[in-house]
């Protein structure tokens, strides 16, 4: 099944993060902090695990058209190179 993007990279990082504020207070229990959530931008639909291709892989096996966009759980950035991930909660 072939699929062309509808979002740009800007679009897909705007709607993430907006869902992502939006189910927050869900994703950011103590055990899920620097976790991994993957986010289906057009169905709000996610994963959470600790390996971003596992948690891909599931959300792309019940949205296969999803437009994902994915965050460290608590954290600044999903992975830093060359620098340190800052946690945005306690």
Same mark, same amino acid.
């Given at each position: 099944?072939?699929?062309?993007?509808?979002?740009?990279?800007?679009?897909?990082?705007?709607?993430?993060? *907006?869902?992502?504020?939006?189910?927050?207070?869900?994703?950011?229990?103590?055990?899920?902090?620097?976790?991994?959530?993957?986010?289906?931008?057009?169905?709000?639909d996610?994963?959470?695990?600790d390996?971003?291709?596992?948690?891909?892989?599931?959300?792309?096996? /019940? /949205?296969?058209? *999803?437009?994902?966009?994915?965050? /460290?759980?608590?954290?600044?950035?999903?992975?830093?190179?060359?620098?340190?991930?800052? /946690?945005?909660?306690?």
């Amino acid at each position: 099944m072939s699929h062309i993007t509808s979002y740009s990279g800007e679009d897909i990082a705007r709607l993430g993060k *907006a869902l992502y504020y939006k189910i927050q207070t869900q994703l950011e229990s103590v055990e899920n902090i620097g976790k991994l959530v993957a986010i289906d931008v057009d169905s709000g639909d996610y994963e959470i695990g600790d390996d971003l291709l596992v948690i891909s892989s599931q959300l792309k096996a /019940r /949205r296969p058209l *999803a437009e994902m966009w994915a965050e /460290r759980i608590g954290f600044n950035a999903v992975y830093s190179v060359g620098g340190t991930l800052t /946690r945005t909660v306690l």
